[in-house]
């Protein structure tokens, strides 16, 4: 599945259920830190046409720079790395507002793709929506327990 819906997501990875609601991403092969995981396709938009979509489309959407974001095109053409769950202590990551997503370790087989929401998501952005937390899981020893994005 290299291409889905515009996006870009590696063949190693798989998007699995991990109980009723939710879902994560997971190695189905090994992967090299550094390796390409996925690369967020969609729209880009201004922050007054963000405001006015759908609310299932407009929590996909992330802020890029200058007022612009990234969403997808509509609500079934979401980017798979969006499922990509926060860990405190993640094995991907990505340069600032990058669509790209690395390993940024090795990644075994069956171990769940992390991200720190914290890096990017809605960066800058604290001026146009009220900021989100939620209490993580991720019972990595840096754990920050209370995730504010
Ligand atoms: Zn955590």
Known sequence: MP?????????KLKIKK??????????????????ILAITG?????YHRVVKLHKDIK???YYLENNFYI???NRRKKSPDLYFNHSCDPNTGGEENALT????????????????YRKDY???DNKNRPPRSFH??????????????
Do not use: M, Q
């Open 3 to 11: 291409f889905v819906d515009d996006s870009y997501i590696s063949p």
């Open 18 to 35: 991990i109980n009723k609601t939710e879902k994560g991403v997971f190695a189905i092969k090994h992967i090299e830190k550094g390796e």
């Open 42 to 46: 969609g729209v880009v938009l201004p």
């Open 59 to 61: 929590k996909y959407c």
């Open 71 to 73: 969403c997808p095109f």
């Open 101 to 116: 997503t690395v390993a940024i370790k090795n990644i075994k087989i069956g171990s769940e793709v992390t991200y720190d």
């Open 122 to 124: 809605w960066k800058n």
């Open 136 to 149: 993580c899981r991720c019972k990595s020893k840096k754990c920050a327990e209370i995730i504010h994005y």
